[in-house]
């Protein structure tokens, strides 16, 4: 037996221990369910809310022993001694240095014994006598598993990633941390298997999930992770520098630290629907089932999911900071409903009392003056027009008596404002609206551009009136961006009515007398299982907006709209924020800095830079390198940590009828050089022609996409179609074309086309060594 093989028999040892005290534990748990369901018999309410309470807890317990992970446990360290003799409550001694004496100097060299040995994985594990035979990764004593680094080992001798599956260890990878050392376990030479379990990882096939990297989280990384949750923590890095993996093993440390505070309190909020499938599977691996919510941009406002992509020029006005101010105005003027009644005609006193159109507009200018919400503006509108109809009776000047004045008035009051007359005025007069409602309303050209006057130009009104045209009442085509604008408009209108069937005489705003439509609306994250029931469970979606810790991902491309909708839900929060200035798609960063500013409130940040590049081979890596130096000449790229000794491919397609043979070749032949996934990047504007010239291939390991939609993902190979093409598509669109070159784990095939000017080699102008000095475009 080798090396290899006694080690992997060792650890299978360990492995087989902790699954029999798991066993042990499950029946325990068990016996729990079992002893409860019987004292529940006993029938007494007191009786009940203990069986109810054992219930939960054992049933907790029970699903997350039962849970088949992959590689329960995956780490090991040895340890020196500890400066002090202090255990910690998880059973290690929590000294990070090592004692004065751990070390010998000895004729042949130092040498020292292991003094703790530490397995490390996915929850903690003590034996029958509270010694520990699993530490949770998250615990302080699994840190130096994590922090540990030849040039600060602290007390790590030796690091070992365990590879199991299920029950059966499969094998191990070491890495000594003081090299000079010979260190001795039980008398023995400490053994050492093999390197590089890092690389390992790297370089194995992805799927269309995300998988969590909590073998081997590296030591920048976990400075982050578990980073005090203080005000603002802020991660920046390149692509693949795992800041999205990071962000989302935060919030499970997050949970393991404070688990009363962060409960179903953690919002992490990711740009597309793509990337929350991409990752949503990542806190469940850990453990933390149902614990974070993850939302796209476009389904962040309950009951709304955004389908449809609005191109750069209609974004750019869409998430502008001045859209604020045209929604103010626009919730304000969309009480008013061009056929609402122009005139109130009541009988009080034993004759008529009007207010006429004119007198009507002077109540709503006073209306108005009040700074409440829009909807909650009402019962002043109401009090309002008696004032005015009271006035207008002339009943004030028959009363000497100040009292009984004011009681004949508060008479007229209860009397008129109780009559039907005057109450379907009122409610056509002063419509509830809701926030669908009034960004349709802003589908017509002339009243936005009254909204807007002074505050967009013509030319952008056009636009986003011409967009606006697609959203449905139902809530059908609303873009990421609109959802950004609702949710302002929720905040101006204040609570939504509920959901109501639609009233005659309601004071429909032109066709749009669809009340409650927004509540009809499912979200992202529920749209599975809400299908079936969206009304019953429509009433009782009462929007969380309190989130005690905000993770934002890709944060440089938050628009200044979408940055307000995200500080609402952490107003009071601590927040991690990470983003890669180089990959925004943003135009006007300088907008979005303040509006994040706000959102981020007057709070202190910690900053955190990581710099290697876990994703892409050196080879993808310097051709994306040479775009970044296009995009923001002077930018410092990450640092690949692997090559693999292939080289990008370049390819041109011979015109514009040959470019979906070329397409379809280009992808063939990466699906059949890779074991996984192969990505298809092309611009926006080809999305849905390029997924009908692959629809032929029929394999669930492509996946098409638009440049923007890239964002965050990877794949085994990627097929990058017409960088001109992608770059030309919006002013950030460099920016743009360098997320698309950076998705690859493994291959990278550019096509380009004839806009792209290639040269002999296929190799296209934009991906040629870019002149010294030159300016961005
Ligand atoms: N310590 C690590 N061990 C193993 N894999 C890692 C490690 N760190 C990152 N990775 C892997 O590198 C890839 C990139 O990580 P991630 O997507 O989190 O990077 P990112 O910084 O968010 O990238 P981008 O800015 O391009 O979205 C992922 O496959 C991730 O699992």
Redesign the pocket.
Known sequence: MDLRDREIRDEQRHLDAVYGRLTEKIHEAEYLMADAARRGQVGTPGALAERDAQVFQAGLHLSRLNREFEDFLFGRIDLLAGKDGVRGPDGASTSVEPADDAVREEPGGPVADIAETLHIGRLGVLDADYVPLVIDWRAPAAAPFYRATPLRPGRVVRRRVIRSRGRRVLGVEDDLLRPGLRARLAGAELPVVGDGA?LA??GRE?GHR????V????AE?DEVIRAPAGKVTEVT???????????LHRAAYLLYQDRRRYAGGILVVSPTPLLVSYTEGVLPALGEEGQVVIRALGGLVEGVEADAYDEQRVAAVKGAAVMARVLARAARGAVEAADGPRLLRVVAFGRRVELTADDLAEVRRQVLGGSAPVNLLRPRARRLLLEALWARSGAAGRYQDRELAAEAKEGFFDDIGGEDVFQEFLAAWWPERTPLQVLRAMADEQRLGRWARRLLRPREVRLLARSLRRVTPAGGGLSAHDVALLDELRALLGAPPRPAPARAGSGGLDELDVLGGVAELTTYAERQERRGDRRERADQDEERLDYTHVIV??AQDLTPMQWRMVGRRGRQASWTV?G?PA?SSWTAPEEAAAERAAALGGRSHRRFE?TVN??NPAEIARVADGVLARALPGATPPRAVRATGVLPRYLVAPDAAGLPAAVRAAAAELLAEVPGTVGVVVAMGLRADAAGWLAELADDRLVVLGSLEA????YDATLVVGPARIAGESPAGLRVLY?AL??S?QRLTVLSEPEDRPDAAGVPELLTPAEPGAEPR
């Open positions: 890092l990882a790297l992805r995300m998988t969590d990297i073998a081997s989280i590296q990384q890095g390149g692509p693949g520098t795992g800041k999205t993996a990071v962000a991902d890709e990470v890669d990959q990581l876990y994703r964002k965050g993902l990877e997320v950076t998705r784990t």
